[in-house]
């Protein structure tokens, strides 16, 4: 009889054993899930940054551009007979790097539990030309033995308002390729500063792990870069 009653027992205590590992588990379960929710909650609210800045570059051109009296024909053959005008110009500049997370390119995707996937939109460039200034002025001079360097001054060849302006509009756009091809060869950088600032930020929402996928091509770039701020 007491073996009937011991088997009883142990059967009742194994079925509590077991309901209460089932409970156990189903409430570890709620409760990694509800953490997971929290955290998917919380790394979404990246979106609410709006434009992070992640990388900022300074730099300094001189630029230089020529003219002639008779224009180009006279670039071509008369260079002989009275030499071409030169303006040159220290440009400053600088370049922000941005990316727009309140974008709908801006995908977040869960992979794993605490682990992410973030695809980026692609990244703005805003242009600021901040400095202008005239380095050197040389205007065009008859070659000696026709005119002698005392009289050049003031027949020779020299640069009117509309010449600098056009040739300051030329070098502008000279030193916006130069900043294409600068951006191109920072890309990688721009790429790891913005990677950092949001990996840190991710796991600040208790992400653990998170991958980035960049968007960035040197198509896009030239269509994004915007001039602001032109001296």
Same mark, same amino acid.
């Given at each position: 009889?007491?073996?009937?009653?011991?088997? &009883?027992?142990?059967?009742? !205590?194994?079925?509590?054993?077991?309901?209460?590992?089932?409970?156990?588990?189903?409430?570890?379960?709620?409760?990694?899930?509800?953490?997971?929710?929290?955290?998917? %909650?919380?790394?979404?609210?990246?979106?609410?940054?709006?434009?992070?800045?992640?990388?900022?570059?300074?730099?300094?051109?001189?630029?230089?551009?020529?003219?002639?009296?008779?224009?180009?024909?006279?670039?071509?053959?008369?260079?002989?007979?009275?030499?071409?005008?030169?303006?040159?110009?220290?440009?400053?500049?600088?370049?922000?790097?941005?990316?727009?997370?309140?974008?709908?390119?801006?995908? &977040? %995707?869960?992979?794993?539990?605490?682990?992410?996937?973030?695809?980026?939109?692609?990244?703005?460039?805003?242009?600021?030309?901040?400095?202008?200034?005239?380095?050197?002025?040389?205007?065009?001079?008859?070659?000696?033995?026709?005119?002698?360097?005392?009289?050049?001054?003031?027949?020779?060849?020299?640069? %009117?308002?509309?010449?600098?302006?056009?040739?300051?509009?030329?070098?502008?756009?000279?030193?916006?390729?130069?900043?294409?091809? !600068?951006?191109?060869?920072?890309?990688?950088?721009?790429?790891?500063?913005?990677?950092? %600032?949001?990996?840190?930020?991710?796991?600040?929402?208790?992400?653990?792990?998170?991958?980035?996928?960049?968007?960035?091509?040197?198509?896009? &770039?030239?269509?994004?870069?915007?001039?602001?701020?032109?001296?």
């Amino acid at each position: 009889m007491s073996e009937y009653a011991n088997l &009883i027992l142990a059967i009742l !205590l194994a079925v509590l054993a077991f309901a209460f590992y089932r409970s156990n588990k189903a409430l570890k379960k709620t409760k990694d899930e509800s953490q997971n929710l929290s955290v998917s %909650t919380e790394i979404s609210q990246l979106k609410s940054i709006g434009e992070l800045s992640v990388f900022q570059v300074y730099s300094k051109e001189i630029v230089t551009k020529t003219d002639h009296a008779f224009g180009n024909f006279g670039k071509e053959y008369l260079r002989w007979l009275i030499s071409e005008k030169k303006l040159s110009m220290i440009f400053e500049f600088e370049i922000n790097f941005i990316y727009d997370l309140t974008s709908p390119k801006l995908e &977040i %995707t869960q992979i794993a539990n605490s682990s992410y996937k973030i695809k980026m939109p692609p990244c703005k460039y805003k242009f600021s030309i901040a400095d202008m200034k005239f380095y050197d002025e040389k205007n065009g001079k008859f070659i000696p033995f026709l005119l002698p360097d005392s009289l050049n001054g003031f027949f020779g060849s020299t640069f %009117t308002e509309e010449d600098k302006n056009r040739l300051i509009e030329e070098a502008r756009n000279e030193v916006k390729k130069m900043s294409v091809r !600068l951006i191109s060869q920072l890309q990688s950088k721009i790429h790891k500063s913005a990677r950092d %600032t949001l990996e840190a930020i991710a796991k600040s929402f208790g992400a653990n792990k998170v991958e980035f996928v960049f968007d960035d091509n040197d198509e896009q &770039i030239s269509s994004q870069l915007n001039l602001e701020n032109i001296a």
